[in-house]
């Protein structure tokens, strides 16, 4: 059909239309002039017009329903993963969620599934999210995720813990619990908020229906599916837009909302602390403190904002005369529960209580009949007032809190990555990560440069309120320790290095030069050293500190394992593998014993399978490595960076091994887990894509190799500029894969630049150097310059058997090199010495069919021959055939 | 007038109507048009009697999200209801095509309860496609009548909103209404 006819049918169809049933077929025969087909034609539209009952005529909702609907309490397709769906438990936009057991275990879990995933990345990437904001949040009132994966159509999933309970106003309504009984409850439930804002995670919809009380009594925090938006981060303008889209009302229960959600604002910790207060009020008068049922959302948003809520003593009042069981509370203490409960909801967010721990404070100080913090000027909102008042030693991490909360309060989600990021390294002790929160709920506003920058910016305000603390040299201290180990992480060495010096001086004011603390700043000092790549003193520094802390503390202290550990540490990087590995196996007691504390342990075992790895023991390092898994899934969630660390640490096992499949494997799943982690041009990932790119390499993929390689060199320079290894690490492999296309020029280059680095970094001994020759070295080879290529190898066999052993694999490669630049000189008695070698190396440890054993063949058979050894040569010739019919 | 820029017509063409969009948007917007979709489906489902979406609420629901939202979607609310209808439309299709490929590879993650239910979902699943293809043959045919349905079914848009879109009177908005309808209908039966 065409235009023209289509044209002449409607004509038809329309003049035909209006004129009554009957008279139709006439009309349409006159018109139609004996074109059978035309008259068909419009005829069938006019029967269609007729019964309207097409696809066209139902409702979209109906369409819909059946298209992206349908109902799905049907059996699900597979089971997912171990566990057996024993049936729906709940449906939202994003998904489903199902109950399910674990035959092997028995035990009930909740699956959540994002359906339609193909749908549009920034719904997987919500999803991902959830689930990532759930893994660190491992504390026994917030229900944990155990476990996460997607089905063969790409349908992701995770598992959690399923729990059977009671929202927590029913609860305390059938229950009929006393006020003390209620506010007891109310405090297990902030301190799962406070652990969650420990975790830099804000949950955005506390209400009683997502916290349930089991019938053990214990409480647990559901759902966070709108804290999950906070880490959402695929760019600063989509993270507006979904912090503006997602936070309004409509996802919200408007009850328990906050003023700044309402109206769409940023959100921070005291969001948290207005819905706990809401909360409060309900359990403390049985009502919600207004009244929103009958309002539109526009007038429910204007109540929020402006109207306040009848005092919780007076609201009481009137239930009680509802007929709301009495409970008997004199005038004073209602005052305090009115002062505890429209502080915690008041709606300027900074005159909120600064955190869910001083709101827990208060809650406590009323249940101990003292007086409130609250009671003494509202909440201490300003730092200065809040310092000045408070001359009374309290610890240092709740005055950081009070100051940082009180300059700015907003928790500016794009900081997530950086923030998540410095949160995994500085977690290590409670301080630590307590301090590290604080500082990223300080926030700013203003659109700033790269978010680490921002970081920074935080970091150096911290500094400066470190600095006002002349009145606490303790806590200050402490402070500058913290802040130095923090700036450490960061690669930021110059104000890491001042700042542990400034706690070591303080520190050595305050005690004396011989004292616990001291000892603690001396070993932060001494891995600063190594990562500055001054070994001996990192060494001496840290030994040190260890001395001191074994003086002054118990032997099974935490901060004595965590000394020796780092002694162990820097023996390692010294390439003392030996010794490092008794040192870190005494780690490894120390924090295995009971009350050892298991994040140190898992990074202790860690150095100790990269020792076994350097010393060439890949199968105590890949046993040690499995374990560390298994230990870090447990600690941090499937998500984590340690988990990419660890993947990459058994991925390169398997390279060694020549099982790339194997390794590409491991390499992938750790690179996904650390762009997901921490975005795509950053330094981290770009590590990671060095990794697989390595393995690409090895599998002939040099394509795919080179474009990850070049990426991630440029965004490594971009962050640690020209010197630095990471950058060389980068190098080493677009050098190889330059050799592998026969560039020598390109791959010379790279390789001296590698060369270069690693003297500067590292200094004369360390075997990377050696690394950089020995690739140099097969530049030579290639180019059939043969004195060079011996002067290069030769030192790169000196490096590798001083800084790794005699007997190493890189230490036998470099010498099978080695010999084949000799034979190139027909130099037959010294090649006959390095391949012979080499090759006795390689056959103890690696696959007989290796490549380099069978440079290594190749070569002693034309050594033999050129040494007028015939029966030898023939040997290696036979073994050489052999291998290469493999 | 912003529709003038709009290549008219074929379902095939992925959601490129303006060249600058941000593909972020975009995205936005089908995660969000789903979610609505979603909940427009759940409520026909359980034969919510207070549920009164309807395409034309749905869309304007998806409009006010993405209003408030980072760089515009689009030039005017009209513009964006023409896009929104553009993304419904390549959403269902979309989905009915997988829903229709899981059944063949046996990984349906979703199955219905009942007999009727099943024949009734994969039966509208057919007409979706159908009625995708038919579109495309009509926008050869007649591209402002395939841009019409596509924004009146899909998008909710009605008469005089349509109109104005199109440029063109009311009144030729109902004429074409009607025959392409009649059209459609007839194409939807002969593929079954």
Known sequence: ?886 | MASQNFSAGSGSERLAIDGHQDRHALDQLFSITYEELRRLASTVRRGDPSATLNPTALVNEVWLKLSHSGPPVASSQLHFKRIAARAMRQLLVEAARRRGANKRGGVAAYTPVTLDETIMAAATQQDVLALDRALEELARLHPRQALMVESRFFGGLDIPETAALLDISEATVLRDWRAAKAWLARELKREH
Not at chain 1, 421 to 443: D, K
Not at chain 1, 828 to 850: C, F, I, R, T
Request: charged share 25%; hydrophobic share 40%; glycine share 6%.
């Open chain 1, 1 to 886: 059909m065409d235009r023209a006819h289509w044209d002449l049918i409607q004509e038809l169809f329309h003049r035909a239309a209006d004129l009554p049933r009957d008279q139709q077929i006439s009309f349409l025969q006159a018109a139609c002039n004996n074109d059978e087909s035309l008259l068909n034609d419009v005829f069938a539209l006019l029967e269609e017009d007729s019964q309207q009952n097409s696809l066209l005529d139902r409702n979209l909702a109906q369409v819909a329903q059946h298209v992206v609907g349908g109902s799905f309490s049907g059996s699900p397709p597979e089971a997912f993963g171990p566990y057996r769906i024993k049936r729906i438990i709940g449906e939202g936009g994003m998904g489903l969620v199902y109950l399910a057991e674990r035959e092997d275990l028995g035990t009930e879990v909740a699956i959540k599934i994002l359906r339609d995933a193909w749908l549009s990345p920034s719904r997987r990437e919500r999803f991902a999210s959830e689930q990532r904001t759930l893994a660190p949040l491992n504390h026994p009132f917030i229900a944990r995720l155990y476990d996460a994966d997607s089905l063969s159509d790409g349908t992701p999933w995770f598992a959690m813990e399923y729990v059977e309970g009671v929202p927590l106003t029913e609860y305390c309504k059938a229950h009929n619990l006393s006020i003390s009984d209620r506010l007891k409850l109310f405090c297990s439930v902030c301190e799962a908020v406070k652990f969650a804002h420990s975790h830099a995670v804000i949950h955005r919809d506390l209400k009683p229906s997502n916290i349930l009380v089991k019938s053990d009594g214990t409480v647990r925090l559901l759902d966070f599916g709108i804290a999950r938006q906070l880490e959402t981060l695929s760019g600063p303008t989509s993270q507006a837009n979904l912090d503006h889209t997602m936070t309004g009302l409509r996802l919200m229960t408007p009850a328990y909302a906050s003023p700044e959600q309402a109206k769409g604002a940023r959100v921070g910790i005291q969001t948290d602390v207005y819905s706990l207060g809401v909360i409060l009020y309900e359990l403390l008068t049985d009502r919600l403190p207004f009244d929103l049922s009958n309002l539109t959302p526009a007038e429910a948003v204007s109540v929020i904002e402006t109207q306040d809520p009848a005092k919780p003593s007076l609201s009481a009042r009137s239930a009680l005369s509802d007929g709301v069981q009495a409970r008997v509370f004199d005038s004073p203490e209602w005052a305090d529960l009115d002062v505890l409960c429209l502080t915690a909801m008041h709606k300027d967010m900074s005159r909120r209580y600064a955190s869910v721990e001083a709101l827990t404070r208060d809650v406590n100080h009323f249940l101990d009949d003292e007086p409130l913090e609250a009671h003494a000027d509202t909440v201490r909102y300003r730092v200065g007032k809040f310092v000045r008042r408070n001359r009374q030693p309290v610890i240092a991490a709740s005055i950081v809190l009070a100051a940082i909360v009180g300059l700015t309060i907003f928790f500016t989600a794009r900081l997530a990555i950086a923030r998540n990021a410095a949160l995994a390294e500085a977690a290590r002790t409670q301080r630590i990560q307590r301090f590290t929160l604080n500082l990223f709920q300080g926030g700013d506003e203003a659109a700033g440069p790269a978010d680490d920058l921002k970081v920074v910016a935080l970091l150096d305000r911290g500094v400066q309120e470190a600095k006002a603390l002349d009145a606490d040299p303790e806590m200050q201290a402490q402070l500058y320790q913290t802040l130095g180990s923090v700036y450490h992480k960061m690669g930021k060495f110059e104000q890491a290095d001042s700042l542990l010096h400034l706690a070591l001086e303080r520190h050595k004011q305050l005690h004396g030069p011989d004292h616990a603390d001291v000892a603690e700043d001396l070993v932060a000092i001494g891995l600063l050293r190594s990562d500055q790549a001054e070994l001996e003193e990192s060494e001496r520094l840290v030994r040190q500190g260890l001395e001191m802390s074994k003086k002054h503390l118990p032997a099974n202290h935490p901060t004595v394992a965590r000394a020796t550990s780092a002694l162990g540490l820097v023996l390692e990087n010294r390439g003392n593998y030996e010794q490092a590995l008794q040192v870190l196996s005494e780690a490894a007691r120390l924090e295995s014993a009971p009350g050892g504390d298991a994040a140190d342990l898992a990074a202790t075992l860690t150095e100790l399978a990269n020792c076994h790895f350097y010393a060439g023991d890949y199968e105590a390092a890949d046993a040690l490595n499995r374990r560390v898994l298994e230990m870090d899934r447990q600690l941090y969630g499937p998500g984590h960076p340690h988990i990419a660390d660890d993947l990459i640490n058994l991925g390169a096992i398997q390279s060694q091994w020549e099982h790339y499949k194997e390794a590409e494997v491991f390499n992938r799943q750790a690179l996904d887990i650390t762009q997901a982690w921490y975005g795509k041009d950053n330094p981290e990932t770009a590590s990671a894509a060095t990794i697989l790119g390595r393995t690409l390499i090895n599998l002939g993929r040099l394509d795919e190799a080179e474009s990850l390689l070049q990426q991630a060199l440029s965004v490594q320079e971009h962050f640690y500029g020209k010197v630095h290894p990471r950058v060389a690490s980068a190098l080493s492999d677009l050098g190889k894969v330059a050799l592998q296309r026969g560039k020598l020029e390109e791959a010379r280059a790279d390789f001296t630049r590698m060369e270069e680095i690693y003297r500067e970094v590292y200094g004369e001994k360390h075997y990377l150097i050696g690394v950089a020759l020995s690739n140099l070295g097969t530049v030579e080879l290639e180019e059939k310059q043969y004195p060079r290529a011996e002067t290069v190898l030769r030192e790169a066999v000196n490096k590798f058997t001083e800084a790794l052993s005699p007997t190493h694999f890189n230490t036998g490669v470099a010498r099978i090199k080695l010999g084949r630049a000799l034979l190139r000189q027909r130099r037959y008695s010294d090649a006959e010495a390095e391949s012979l070698a080499g090759y006795k190396v390689l056959s103890s440890q690696s696959n007989p069919s290796n490549l380099w054993l069978n440079y290594a063949r190749e070569d002693l058979a034309a050594i033999y021959s050129g040494l007028g050894q015939p029966d030898k040569a023939r040997q290696f010739q036979t073994e050489l055939t052999a291998s290469a019919k493999k």
